[in-house]
């Protein structure tokens, strides 16, 4: 009796683990589509994941859209300049971003490396990660270098209509004064405001091409940064 009752014990704790895994992420908002979660690290910065789901396009329009980088500040909330700095490979790339804050917080900007991965017949992913050293910091702008982020693109079908399913996933400390109360409110907005905008760019398709458009292959750069 006593053998089952731990058995049954152990079972019951596994399964509150399992359960708390799942509920970690809290529901934000759902608008037109769109839905925000966020979980909160031990040093009360949010991490943020948003998702929506968009008809008639490909992953691949998703890349190029990404790769139209004068185009970024019209559906990216906040960023205000992208430039690739350096195409690694096919499939990796360094990216300086600026971003504008709200006053009278200072601006701050981020040099990143991102990589494009297959991971299987209907999923890619876009994984990027803060880069440091790699370009003069500005004066009086701050420089980002606690960030993981990741898109996440699902490919599949529903009554014989093609979806593309977008998944965002963020953590980025912003440094400086920033109160973190504000920084995550921030962060959530930006994610609702970028996921609505990125769908309505990828579905009347209002961006350029780049040349060099970021292909799936191999992060053999990763440990460079």
């Not at 014990?9 to 589509?33: N, P, R, T, Y």
């Not at 790339?93 to 971003?99: K, P, Q």
């Not at 093609?162 to 400086?176: K, V």
Request: proline share 3%.
């Amino acid at each position: 009796i006593h053998m089952v009752r731990r058995v049954l014990l152990l079972m019951l704790l596994f399964s509150s683990d399992a359960i708390s895994d799942v509920q970690h992420w809290q529901l934000w908002k759902q608008h037109d589509g769109a839905s925000v979660y966020y979980k909160k690290h031990d040093n009360g910065i949010f991490e943020v994941q948003a998702e929506i789901t968009v008809e008639g396009v490909t992953a691949n329009d998703f890349m190029t859209l990404l790769s139209d980088t004068d185009s970024a500040p019209l559906w990216i909330d906040n960023v205000t300049h992208v430039k690739v700095l350096e195409r690694l490979s096919p499939s990796e790339t360094i990216v300086h971003t600026e971003f504008d804050s709200p006053w009278p917080l200072a601006d701050r900007d981020m040099v990143s490396y991102s990589c494009y991965q297959q991971l299987n017949d209907t999923q890619t992913k876009l994984t990027i990660a803060a880069k440091t050293g790699e370009l003069a910091k500005r004066q009086a702008v701050i420089r980002i270098t606690d960030l993981k982020a990741h898109w996440l693109l699902t490919q599949h079908s529903s009554e014989g209509q093609s979806l593309l399913t977008i998944t965002y996933e963020i953590y980025a400390n912003p440094g400086g004064a920033i109160p973190y109360w504000l920084s995550n409110k921030v962060g959530l907005k930006s994610a609702m405001h970028t996921l609505l905008a990125l769908k309505l760019r990828l579905i009347n398709k209002t961006y350029q091409a780049d040349q060099q458009v970021s292909q799936v292959g191999n992060c053999s750069h990763t440990n460079k940064q």
